[in-house]
């Protein structure tokens, strides 16, 4: 796998003050944007119910899986608003239901089948009733998912439980399971499962694809490393503990799980690939990207395709999805020429 180097890049003082306004950001967005597209049906006393918003939760990552997927989202709103929390409490009432919950889930859910190579309905019965049978075991052997998260003594040490228990690391990919450990130990959010006895330093940060993008496109990042220079598809779980690594450096009493979703968030709002808003991104006095009369690395925007062998490409391109119409394309224009000015941006 390669890696690519940014042309442009922040100094030591620029990056823990970008830190710094990352920090500020997530604190900022992350309760209201939790609120407003996740939490909203539930009741101010269910709000305060840490065992039910830790396996309400605990479905919404599982489903979710750190891809900030609205479908995602509405589709646990929905089983929410068909089952109530009884769907949460009593997942043994329900293992006899798969057919019905299936049904539900396939309304909503939109989760990228191809990349999975599975349908909807495989991965909502994986999902759905891998995690009611998780929440029936822990149930039963721990007595509630509460006691069995509590027998740590720190975000590090959930998130190491969580990556080492058979049942939960079956649900949650790594960035699933760093997303679920800030959800729940941070003091500014709803559970604060230690009652703020923990170091919020000590939450980790998630690191998924979208934040390590922005902090390419930053300038914070000097390099990164990708799946290939064709796809740009950075390896997000490959840069995580460099990342963390040099958070931790710059800026030691940060809130690095907060600093996290404000890259995050930037991220898909302002540094998105089809339409940056480089002219009203909030961290645009201290991003290179905004420095530079250039952008700092075109292959991480809008990408543009230059194709050696049209014809070929089309043909491999119809061979991996399976799309007839490309084959039956380029039966309709063989000219070289006409491919190419078709693919360059």
């Not at 439980?161 to 790594?174: F, R, V």
Request: hydrophobic fraction near 40%; charged fraction near 25%.
């Amino acid at each position: 796998m390669p890696r690519v180097s940014v042309r442009v890049k922040l100094s030591s003082s620029q990056k823990a003050t970008l830190l710094k306004l990352f920090e500020s950001i997530g604190k900022r967005y992350i309760v209201n944007y939790m609120h407003q597209n996740l939490l909203y049906p539930l009741s101010s006393q269910q709000l305060q119910d840490k065992e039910f918003l830790l396996r309400f939760l605990l479905l919404v990552a599982t489903l979710d899986q750190q891809a900030d997927s609205m479908s995602a989202r509405n589709t646990v709103i929905q089983l929410y608003a068909e089952y109530g929390q009884d769907l949460f409490f009593h997942p043994e009432n329900y293992i006899g239901k798969l057919y019905d919950l299936v049904e539900v889930v396939k309304r909503y859910y939109k989760p990228k089948t191809r990349v999975l190579r599975i349908k909807t309905e495989g991965l909502a019965l994986l999902r759905v009733g891998g995690y009611l049978l998780t929440l029936l075991n822990i149930s039963q052997k721990y007595g509630s998912l509460l006691n069995h998260l509590l027998k740590n003594n720190s975000p590090k040490e959930l998130l190491k439980s969580i990556l080492k228990d058979s049942l939960i690391k079956g649900l949650l990919y790594e960035k699933a399971a760093r997303m679920y450990t800030g959800w729940v130990s941070h003091p500014d959010l709803w559970i604060n499962v230690s009652a703020s006895k923990w170091r919020v330093q000590d939450i980790p940060m998630v690191v998924n694809g979208h934040v390590c993008k922005t902090l390419v496109r930053t300038g914070f990042l000097p390099d990164v490393l990708v799946e290939s220079v064709d796809t740009m598809i950075v390896k997000a779980e490959n840069e995580r503990t460099r990342i963390e690594r040099e958070v931790k450096r710059l800026y030691p009493d940060g809130d690095y799980f907060m600093i996290d979703c404000g890259a995050f968030y930037v991220g898909i709002n302002y540094s998105n690939e089809r339409s940056p808003k480089r002219n009203i991104c909030p961290i645009m006095n201290v991003c290179a990207e905004n420095m530079s009369s250039e952008p700092i690395r075109n292959d991480f925007m809008v990408k543009s395709f230059k194709i050696s062998n049209p014809t070929g490409a089309i043909f491999k391109f119809a061979k991996t999805s399976e799309h007839f119409l490309c084959k039956l394309f380029v039966s309709w224009y063989r000219s070289p020429i006409v491919l190419q000015n078709l693919f360059v941006a």
